[in-house]
């Protein structure tokens, strides 16, 4: 069974920076995508920043400029880093893989990894 594993979380400062990464482990033939989400308290779960296995990216408005996706495909990894980090980024970071084809043929259309806390705040 794929399972995607984020770390990097943490307290940072306004202005800081941050990296997360996310792995996803497990035999896998193919992940057509992977990105990022957040969820604030109180509020509903946000797209951050998407990759495709061709390298394409696609940013959250409210993060374009300041955050960047990148990815290593021979290890199913993705990293997003944050700069300029804000209070209001301050929420849980998911991790996302879209069309999840294992060493078994199954495909999982969605997998969701646990989340990883970033706090922005002096």
């Known amino acids: 069974q794929v399972q995607l594993v984020e770390s990097g979380g943490g307290l940072v400062q306004p202005g800081g920076s941050l990296t997360l990464s996310c792995a996803a482990s497990?035999?896998?033939?193919?992940?057509?995508?992977m990105g990022w989400y957040r969820q604030a308290p109180g509020k509903q779960r946000e797209m951050v920043a998407g990759?495709?296995?061709?390298?394409?990216?696609v940013y959250g408005n409210s993060v374009k400029g300041r955050f960047t996706i990148s990815g290593d495909s021979a290890k199913n990894t993705v990293y997003l880093q944050l700069n300029n980090l804000k209070p209001e980024d301050t929420a849980v970071y998911y991790c996302?893989?879209?069309?999840?084809?294992?060493?078994?043929?199954?495909?999982?259309?969605?997998?969701w990894g646990q989340g990883t806390l970033v706090t922005v705040s002096s």
């Open positions: 996302n893989a879209v069309r999840v084809t294992a060493g078994d043929g199954r495909t999982d259309l969605q997998i």
């Open positions: 497990g035999s896998i033939r193919r992940i057509e995508s």
């Open positions: 990759i495709t296995d061709g390298g394409s990216t």
